[in-house]
């Protein structure tokens, strides 16, 4: 369906928003990143004609698109509490993200799409799926302080 040269301009663009989400200085700006990567993933998984990888398309965006509302409420929650000294707990704030953000991964116990969505993928968009859409994501979760809620996911990751 795609030529090569449309393959690697959203190949191109996917690596900007990963690179926007990683350097950026607040949590809208890495959301945005993260909606450029999601966006310019999903012309790459419809590049087949069957409906396997329409269905994992579908799949992909719902889910995504889940993550992506809850990170962008958490975020503006998140912002309401630090210009507005409203009384919303930091610590609750911040488990939102890291749920949201362990949804966009796939990670344990968020990984209910995952196996069915790998079901429809050619190799490389498996590779894709399972190396570089992880990168922005898992940066994010670095950057946040919270070790119980990632501690459970790395041990049920691991069961």
Do not use: H
């Given at each position: 369906m795609f030529n090569n040269s449309s393959k690697i301009l959203f190949i191109m663009i996917m690596i900007i928003g990963t690179l926007i989400t990683v350097s950026s200085n607040s949590w809208l700006g890495a959301w945005m990143g993260l909606e450029i990567n999601l966006l310019s993933f999903i012309p790459l998984l419809s590049d087949n004609n069957n409906s396997m990888s329409t269905e994992a398309s579908l799949k992909y965006f719902l889910t995504q698109a889940l993550a992506s509302t809850v990170l962008l409420f958490s975020s503006i929650l998140l912002m309401l509490k630090?210009?507005?000294?409203?009384?919303?707990?930091?610590?609750?704030?911040?488990?939102?993200?890291?749920?949201?953000?362990?949804?966009?991964?796939?990670?344990?116990p968020f990984h209910f799409w995952f196996p069915n969505m790998m079901e429809g993928l050619t190799w490389i968009n498996a590779l894709i799926l399972m190396t570089w859409q992880k990168i922005a994501p898992l940066m994010l979760i670095s950057y946040l302080n919270i070790k119980n809620l990632l501690l459970i996911s790395v041990i049920l990751s691991d069961i």
């Open positions: 630090n210009n507005m000294n409203t009384e919303i707990n930091e610590s609750f704030t911040s488990m939102i993200i890291m749920s949201a953000l362990l949804l966009k991964s796939g990670a344990a």
